[in-house]
């Protein structure tokens, strides 16, 4: 089993910043993909951006200039570095990770972001 275990959320204005972490732990050899996804009130659960061990990081296409995703593999962490942030950033955001490919993912508590303009 992995755990993960989200922090960084909170409460910011409009065009203001803010930084996203999740770290991994339990029976991990290495790690596949790590992402995150936000889903808003009235809204399916999105993906914002991931990156895949030695391949690639994509994201959502409205994010891809505002928001940076970021591994440290070695403390299996994840982070997500998101400026200039607007109203429909909003949302809960959850931390995604898998071990390798086409095996189960594994998925954070969720953390919210509130951004008011």
């Known amino acids: 089993q992995v755990q993960l275990v989200e922090s960084g959320g909170g409460k910011v204005q409009a065009w203001g910043s803010l930084s996203l972490s999740c770290e991994a732990s339990?029976?991990?050899?290495?790690?596949?993909?790590m992402g995150w996804y936000r889903q808003s009130l009235g809204k399916q659960r999105e993906l914002v951006a991931a990156s895949t061990s030695g391949r690639s990081t994509n994201y959502a296409d409205s994010e891809e200039s505002r928001f940076t995703i970021s591994r440290d593999n070695a403390k299996n962490t994840v982070y997500l570095q998101m400026n200039s942030l607007k109203d429909e950033d909003t949302g809960v955001y959850y931390c995604n990770v898998g071990l390798a490919p086409g095996f189960p993912r594994y998925w954070g508590q969720g953390t919210q972001v509130t951004v008011s303009s």
């Open positions: 339990g029976r991990i050899r290495s790690m596949y993909t």
